[in-house]
DNA sequence: TTGTAGGCGTTATCAT
DNA sequence: ATGATAACGCCTACAA
């Protein structure tokens, strides 16, 4: 029925606590009549003023207006609490003041950092954002766009999107709405992210800094791009290291936790041999701590693993987990602030690659060299 | 600069990865002219009727239309592209198909689980929502309750507000738009959620049942409804159970992970013992085991620990933490459901109770009885 | 079966 | 310094 419930544990389960509903006294019915909300007209009517000067006082439009009559105005607004419809508004400006966030699942902690950046930086500057849980999914993905289109937001931030074929969106948009997307992908916005190739290039290198020559790879799905890139500094740290590559090393999941439990299970049941997991995210790596765990491999004296995106989650466990940090609540913000600077027209560079850092921690503790 | 933005472990940074930006081509300034969209009036031209009639089609009014003129609005519609302007529809029929959403912080498992519940459910309706991440500030919360009224919004969820004095709300919103509470709260809105009460008292007792006497509270702040109503729980469990509420074992906190850490290591440093901790959160919880780890303490032999809200975390940590799971997705699902009911004029309960379910694992695992 | 006209709440243009 | 008026895009009586 709902697919965000957590599946109980194994037999965890306990005290189904007190039943469900209770319906009390049914519901309040109709508020009574509601009190027509005040509009300008009203406002200048109570000022004893026309709506021209009404606007004009509220938007604070050149000062040639008497003190007395602004005085009246505000007066007489705050009197009636005036609020002004800001789709009128919208209407009549044609700007709506308003951002879509076009993203995965709002759950992963990458995410939801990305969608606070974008939502503190977009009312900071008096922009509403809209988010758009898309599940990676193409069908949501187009129906959320064309939600966004008939909402008529000024701009759209797109978010995890990169797979191979994620031109499907390219036409939809654009033409109206300033678009800006967070990570690779192939459409022809102005982009921001990090140097994820070099990233994961990095971390393979301070693996084999550690003693490891056998590095497994905990990927995601071919498609996508972020994989794709992440593939390539994976490549690029072993051939810097002189390992050669070993593609059957690599395996692909779905980045989740299960999925990487997963993985690593049937590598290891397929008799795979390592020394160390680069995994292309948190999550993953989680799972494969499982896995190895219940296979009795020790981390990370046997297995040394990394990990990807540094989720709360990584310094709680045990071992911690080594990880790569990347500026998400930035990639948000900037992303907006680059809209608002587009709706502005102002400049806006057509990329921008925000700096990560390795977090080390004892999942890829250097082997010690044992005497012999 | 940014709250949002975890400090660096204690000396773990390296690898500064690649510096910062790189101003590429210089945007691809303003995107010429933007074609003018089209609207009711040019479909109309293209179709060779009014824009009564194209309206008509395009909202299946009434079959009295002919088949051929259907065709040929669609087929125009189709051809411009067209999409109805959202707010000129809402300006005109006076609903915003439009939810807000208050939030203290969308980073929080608990809370973006509503998110999703509220977000797909209003998805699902054809209605949009609006994040306001209030971070528990009144001020906040006011900034935005002003924002969504000139939003027009249709409805307002609101969330975590409950504090002692949240009356502030109260007359700011109403009058025209449905809103709902999740959580305790003193506002005269319909609410919805869990018996916090009975599910601490249930989680009191499980921890009495596996041979704990000690059992200190690890709370959030006094002021805190939530936090009155569970503590209510923490004390009716103990009375249950024979023992005396001792108020020095509780200890308030702001239930994050860093500030149960704190908590616990100040009730240590005061010379406080416990066989176990009733916390009334996970990431609280967590962050009460380090500091049990890190005083030498045994989970769960010395210490027993249980959490609240299940977080993903919990299954993650070692030993496993028990917790307290409630259905947040339905939460955020119905809650939406009940402003949709609301505004089709459907009779809703005043207030709806959901079920809670303990989740056993390791941390509170029942103390073995040492032969003697 | 289809069209005409007025208005939702606001702001911008043009007068005064 | 202030007002009258039109228009933003759409829907909906009311006509025909």
Same mark, same amino acid.
């Given at each position: 029925?709902? /697919?965000?419930? #957590?599946? %109980?544990?194994?037999?965890?389960?306990?005290? /189904?606590?007190?039943?469900?509903?209770?319906? =009390?006294?049914?519901?309040?019915?109709? %508020?009574?009549?509601?009190?027509? #909300?005040?509009?300008?007209?009203?406002v200048a009517a =109570? @000022?004893?003023?026309?709506?021209?000067?009404?606007? #004009?006082? &509220?938007?604070?439009?050149?000062?040639?207006?008497?003190?007395?009559t602004k005085a009246r105005v505000f007066e007489a607004a705050r009197e009636l609490n005036y609020k002004p419809n800001s789709m009128a508004i919208?209407?009549?400006?044609? !700007?709506?003041?308003? +951002?879509?966030?076009?993203?995965?699942? +709002?759950?992963? %902690?990458?995410?939801? *950092?990305? @969608?606070?950046?974008? $939502?503190?930086?977009?009312?900071?500057?008096?922009?509403?954002v809209i988010f758009c849980n898309t599940d990676r999914s193409a069908s949501k993905e187009l129906t959320y766009v064309d939600l966004l289109d008939e909402k008529r937001v000024d701009g759209v931030i797109l978010t995890g999107g990169g797979v191979d074929g994620d031109t499907h969106l390219a036409d939809r948009l654009h033409e109206q709405a300033r678009v800006v997307a967070i990570g690779p992908h192939?459409?022809?916005?102005?982009?921001?992210? @990090?140097?994820? #190739?070099?990233a994961i290039q990095a971390a393979v290198l301070h693996l084999v800094a550690g003693g490891r020559r056998r590095i497994a790879c905990l990927g995601g799905q071919p498609g996508w791009l972020i994989h794709q890139e992440r593939l390539a500094g994976y490549r690029a740290g072993l051939e810097e290291s002189g390992i050669t590559y070993d593609e059957s090393l690599v395996m692909p999941s779905? &980045?989740?936790?299960?999925?990487?439990? *997963?993985? !690593? $299970?049937?590598?290891?049941?397929?008799?795979?041999?390592?020394?160390?997991?680069?995994?292309?995210?948190?999550?993953?790596?989680?799972?494969?701590?499982?896995? &190895?765990?219940?296979?009795? =491999?020790?981390?990370?004296?046997? !297995?040394? +693993?990394?990990?990807?995106?540094?989720? %709360? &989650?990584?310094q709680m466990?045990?071992?911690?987990?080594?990880?790569?940090?990347? /500026?998400v609540w930035e990639f948000g913000s900037l992303a907006t602030q680059m809209i608002v600077d587009m709706l502005n027209g102002r400049p806006v560079p057509a990329s921008q690659v925000l700096p990560y850092q390795l977090r080390i921690r004892q999942s890829t503790a250097a082997l010690r060299v044992l005497p012999s």
């Amino acid at each position: 029925m709902n /697919p965000h419930v #957590r599946e %109980p544990d194994e037999g965890a389960a306990e005290s /189904p606590g007190e039943a469900t509903t209770s319906p =009390l006294p049914p519901a309040p019915a109709e %508020p009574a009549v509601l009190t027509a #909300r005040p509009t300008v007209k009203t406002v200048a009517a =109570l @000022a004893g003023v026309s709506t021209t000067t009404v606007s #004009r006082v &509220l938007n604070y439009k050149a000062d040639l207006l008497s003190d007395a009559t602004k005085a009246r105005v505000f007066e007489a607004a705050r009197e009636l609490n005036y609020k002004p419809n800001s789709m009128a508004i919208a209407l009549r400006k044609k !700007v709506s003041q308003t +951002i879509g966030l076009m993203i995965p699942d +709002i759950s992963n %902690p990458y995410f939801h *950092q990305i @969608a606070r950046g974008a $939502e503190d930086t977009a009312m900071k500057h008096g922009y509403t954002v809209i988010f758009c849980n898309t599940d990676r999914s193409a069908s949501k993905e187009l129906t959320y766009v064309d939600l966004l289109d008939e909402k008529r937001v000024d701009g759209v931030i797109l978010t995890g999107g990169g797979v191979d074929g994620d031109t499907h969106l390219a036409d939809r948009l654009h033409e109206q709405a300033r678009v800006v997307a967070i990570g690779p992908h192939r459409l022809s916005y102005p982009s921001i992210g @990090a140097d994820d #190739r070099g990233a994961i290039q990095a971390a393979v290198l301070h693996l084999v800094a550690g003693g490891r020559r056998r590095i497994a790879c905990l990927g995601g799905q071919p498609g996508w791009l972020i994989h794709q890139e992440r593939l390539a500094g994976y490549r690029a740290g072993l051939e810097e290291s002189g390992i050669t590559y070993d593609e059957s090393l690599v395996m692909p999941s779905d &980045l989740s936790i299960d999925g990487g439990q *997963q993985a !690593v $299970e049937s590598a290891l049941r397929a008799g795979l041999s390592f020394d160390a997991i680069m995994s292309f995210s948190d999550y993953a790596a989680l799972g494969a701590m499982r896995a &190895l765990k219940e296979a009795g =491999l020790t981390i990370p004296d046997q !297995v040394a +693993i990394m990990g990807c995106d540094d989720s %709360p &989650l990584s310094q709680m466990v045990e071992p911690a987990l080594s990880s790569i940090t990347f /500026p998400v609540w930035e990639f948000g913000s900037l992303a907006t602030q680059m809209i608002v600077d587009m709706l502005n027209g102002r400049p806006v560079p057509a990329s921008q690659v925000l700096p990560y850092q390795l977090r080390i921690r004892q999942s890829t503790a250097a082997l010690r060299v044992l005497p012999s």
